[in-house]
């Protein structure tokens, strides 16, 4: 595609880019994480990503990388034009959702960051690295002021991008307790993955065959409240604890629908700070694990496997 002097554009090594880039979002953050200051989500070799990404020694971020997708295990990652060829199996329709328009990209109209109305992933992200708002909690009022430029996410943000995470500095994630499957959970990180993936979080009798809560699970509960559930005590020893502010896992991680900057670092010490969301069990960028899961839960319980889910489910370890 060519762009004109008068779009903002200028020529350099041979092509023409957006906005006066040298490169592209992938070119970017393509590299090795030896901190959070910067963040890589492409890296040519393997990260160390240990057995959940969060251990000490670990090079991943919050996100997970692409490398493993990138390199041609397709459900590990999203498959972001750029970095893979189409979907072998999905093509351009992702699970629980309807077809797009092409390719998934970093941003706009096919992607997940910035404006979901701009042509190219540039025009979507355009201005937010320069207006980005630095306070501790983001309203999603804007590109610069939403959660990671996910337009409209709030969410609080580790400043190291949760490069080695602890129960005291992690990302701090918005969540909804819903009591209608219907609800599409305004804000909230989970309500920003079902743009794509909207058969797993809302829509009628997509989530539970009764009354959402009080029903048999169709699929598993997005934006829902652990401590809400009828069966709520088997859920009450979250990540070891007493069923009393229970210390946060980065492990397993839940969403709050408070919209303070301050981190939550334990669960049910307040209302509604035990929301399920997509990423409790999934990486947004991609992981070693089929379904880019934050964990390899078809290997366990061998050695080289991990049980993440019974950092919730409790009763069921």
């Not at 008068?6 to 020529?11: I, N, P």
């Not at 990209?105 to 937010?128: E, F, K, R, Y």
């Not at 996910?150 to 918005?174: A, C, I």
């Not at 010490?269 to 969301?277: G, L, R």
């Amino acid at each position: 595609m060519a762009f004109t002097i008068s779009s903002g554009s200028k020529v350099y090594g041979g092509l023409v880019n957006e906005g006066l880039l040298n490169t592209n979002c992938i070119g970017c953050h393509q590299g090795a994480n030896v901190s959070g200051s910067v963040p890589f989500v492409f890296d040519a070799s393997a990260p160390n990503y240990g057995l959940t990404g969060t251990e000490a020694g670990t090079t991943t971020l919050a996100g997970g990388n692409f490398h493993w997708v990138g390199m041609g295990a397709e459900r590990t990652g999203h498959n972001v034009a750029g970095i893979t060829p189409l979907d072998s199996v999905h093509g351009v329709t992702p699970p629980g959702g309807a077809a797009m328009g092409g390719q998934i990209t970093c941003g706009g109209i096919l992607g997940c960051h910035g404006s979901s109305s701009a042509v190219t992933p540039t025009q979507a992200i355009m201005g937010g690295h320069h207006g980005k708002d630095m306070t501790a909690w983001q309203d999603g009022t804007s590109v610069a002021k939403s959660y990671r430029f996910l337009n409209g996410v709030q969410g609080g943000e580790d400043p190291n991008f949760e490069f080695r995470p602890t129960q005291n500095q992690h990302n701090k994630y918005y969540g909804v307790d819903r009591s209608s499957e219907a609800n599409l959970a305004a804000g909230s990180i989970s309500s920003h993955c079902a743009r794509c993936h909207g058969d797993f979080h809302n829509g009628g009798g997509k989530m539970a065959a009764g009354s959402f809560g009080a029903g048999v699970w169709l699929r598993h509960p997005i934006d829902f409240d652990m401590s809400r559930s009828v069966s709520s005590t088997e859920y009450a020893t979250y990540n070891s604890g007493t069923g009393t502010a229970n210390p946060y896992s980065v492990i397993s991680p839940v969403a709050t629908a408070s919209t303070t900057p301050v981190v939550n670092t334990s669960v049910y010490a307040a209302s509604d700070d035990a929301i399920v969301m997509c990423l409790s069990c999934h990486r947004a960028h991609g992981s070693p694990y089929d379904a880019i899961m934050r964990w390899d839960y078809k290997k366990w319980p061998q050695a080289d496997g991990y049980n993440g889910c019974a950092v919730c489910h409790t009763s069921k370890n």
